[in-house]
């Protein structure tokens, strides 16, 4: 007796993928993002590569007008005063190396003593044990909330009777030892660190001193460039603070001079072409510094936030 099989063959049809409207909608939205942060630093550079009379002709041209680098000569000083008005810029110039020497010293003075001694701080806080420790970091970070704008005038008062109006100490001397954000966030990452290896260094007969400087600030390299990073930021762009207390060149940070800058308007206008080459040229080093650090930035605000 024969068997017969049949088999039956059945075809697979393509499975259809359906579109992701979602994901298709969050780049569109990222992309609009995007553009509209980006506009404003090319409209910048737009600005400061195009004359001060092109612009005036024609303001609203997405492209330079009349294409030139003098607006980067006159912020550097590398034009004369004729040339300068005669390219519609001020005969006053703008000493931009000086005021650029003055804004990495404060930068640079407020960066290193805040991490140092925020860092100290941050360690007391987290490790050392001692009575109304949580009262008194609970006090400090009160702080935090206090506007900047509210200390303004005590710290006006303070620097002057110090003697310190017009120096560059006196315009790094407010922010210069901590802040609370500072101590907050070095605090945290702090606590994440294992005592164990704290105790191992004690049986090994390092001190908290030692221990401090040779196995706490090692492990937290990472966060404290973090935060270096944010705080020259943050210095680098401040205005207010050295407007009220700066008076003359020897002391005068970039950001003022820009200001300046801007009030030395010849007849014809506002040095719109000038101004603009020097505020991209003042931006400059933070986007580059950002740039380097940003993946850096983001990881290390991340992993403090969890404890």
């Known amino acids: 007796m024969a068997t017969v099989t049949t088999t039956t063959s059945t075809t697979l049809r393509p499975v259809r993928r359906r579109f992701p409207f979602g994901r ?20 910048i550079l737009r600005t400061a590569l195009s004359t001060n009379a092109g612009l005036s002709a024609d303001p609203t041209n997405p492209l330079p007008v009349d294409l030139t680098t003098s607006g980067f000569q006159r912020a550097l000083g590398m034009q004369s005063a004729e040339e300068a008005v005669k390219q519609g810029g001020a005969g006053g110039g703008l000493d931009f190396w000086r005021y650029l020497l003055n804004s990495v010293l404060v930068s640079t003075l407020i960066t290193g003593c805040q ?20 009262k008194v970091f609970g006090l400090f970070l009160a702080g935090m ?40 966030f070095l605090r945290q990452f702090f606590m994440n660190i294992p005592q164990e290896v704290e105790e191992a260094a004690l049986l090994d007969g390092a001190g908290k001193i030692k221990i401090f400087f040779r196995v706490v600030l090692p492990m937290a390299s990472t966060p404290i460039i973090t935060l270096g990073v944010l705080t020259y930021i943050t210095s680098w762009n401040d205005y207010f603070w050295p407007l009220m207390v700066s008076y003359s060149d020897s002391s005068r940070v970039l950001t003022v001079a820009l200001a300046v800058f801007r009030a030395q308007t010849p007849a014809t206008g506002v040095d719109w072409s000038g101004l603009m080459a020097a505020t991209l040229i003042a931006a400059l080093p933070m986007l580059v510094l950002f740039a380097c650090f940003a993946r850096r930035i983001v990881s290390s605000i991340g992993f403090t936030g969890i404890k």
Do not use: C, E
């Not at 993002?33 to 980006?38: A, E, M, N, P, R």
């Open 24 to 43: 298709a909608a969050a780049w569109t939205v990222m992309g609009l993002i995007i553009l509209i942060t980006l506009l404003p630093f090319y409209w």
């Open 115 to 134: 991490i140092f001694f925020s860092a100290m701080a941050a360690y007391a806080f987290s490790r050392l044990r001692w009575r109304g420790r949580d």
């Open 145 to 184: 909330m206090v506007p900047a704008i509210f200390t303004l005038l005590p710290n006006f008062v303070l620097i002057k009777q110090l003697h310190l109006i017009d120096t560059l100490l006196g315009i790094a001397l407010p922010t210069m030892f901590m802040t609370p954000f500072a101590v907050f």
